[in-house]
T-cell receptor
Framework: DQQVKQNSPSLSVQEGRISILNCDYT??????FLWYKKYPAEGPTFLIS?????DKNEDGRFTVFLNKSAKHLSLHIVPSQPGDSAVYFC??????????FGTGTRLQVFP | DAGVIQSPRHEVTEMGQEVTLRCKPI?????LFWYRQTMMRGLELLIY????????DSGMPEDRFSAKMPNASFSTLKIQPSEPRDSAVYFC??????????FGPGTRLLVL
């Protein structure tokens, strides 16, 4: 039973446009959400996070939005760059130490 | 700091053989995590340790899997006997208290 779901396995976006990656969760006890980015042959690296007391967190070109009533969060990348091409994992937790990850979305940014 | 170190980076073995994956966490981190990545299930947490003590092993698929952390700088994940369905990328990650997790480069395991 997937508690964190990323229903789009892949996404293709033109350079300079906005990339929107989506994530849904089922456990209302989750109170902290993260996005990780993974390049081929490397481990995931932390990108951005949001606490459940907020609905938006922004860091440069990256913004995460949280809709608690819909149990949905999204990652916006604008403008998208070819270097953003990677697999993006959504993660959530209800404890300080244990994360539940989604299945990932492969983003391809083309020129 | 060299980050989280995993070895080997690639492992090819035959069904029934024992496989041992190794991890050296970032110095000073209190938590160590073992994950498995597959296309169908994404990143699954197998087990994690706090101060070398296993806290939650509910993600370990079955008794063929075992993990140890004999000291703060070393952990192993062992599969015995290995099966083709164990083929995946295995990641180790470490974290300080209240900090985000840092992942190693992973071990790509292929069981024939």
């Amino acid at each position: 039973d997937q508690q964190v779901k990323q229903n789009s396995p892949s996404l293709s976006v033109q350079e300079g446009r906005i990339s929107i990656l989506n994530c849904d969760y089922t456990n209302s006890m989750f109170d902290y959400f993260l996005w990780y980015k993974k390049y081929p042959a490397e481990g995931p690296t932390f990108l951005i996070s949001i606490s459940s007391i907020k609905d938006k967190n922004e860091d440069g070109r990256f913004t995460v939005f949280l809709n608690k009533s819909a149990k949905h969060l999204s990652l916006h990348i604008v403008p998208s760059q070819p270097g953003d091409s990677a697999v993006y994992f959504c993660a959530a937790n209800s404890r300080a130490d244990k994360l539940i990850f989604g299945t990932g979305t492969r983003l391809q940014v083309f020129p | 700091d060299a980050g989280v170190i995993q070895s080997p980076r690639h492992e090819v073995t035959e069904m029934g053989q024992e496989v041992t994956l190794r991890c050296k966490p970032i110095s000073g981190h209190d938590y160590l995590f073992w994950y498995r990545q597959t296309m169908m299930r994404g990143l699954e947490l197998l087990i994690y340790f706090n101060n070398n003590v296993p806290i939650d092993d509910s993600g370990m698929p079955e008794d063929r899997f075992s993990a140890k952390m004999p000291n703060a700088s070393f952990s192993t994940l062992k599969i015995q006997p290995s099966e083709p369905r164990d083929s995946a990328v295995y990641f180790c990650a470490s974290a300080g208290v209240g900090e985000t997790q840092y992942f190693g480069p992973g071990t790509r395991l292929l069981v024939l």
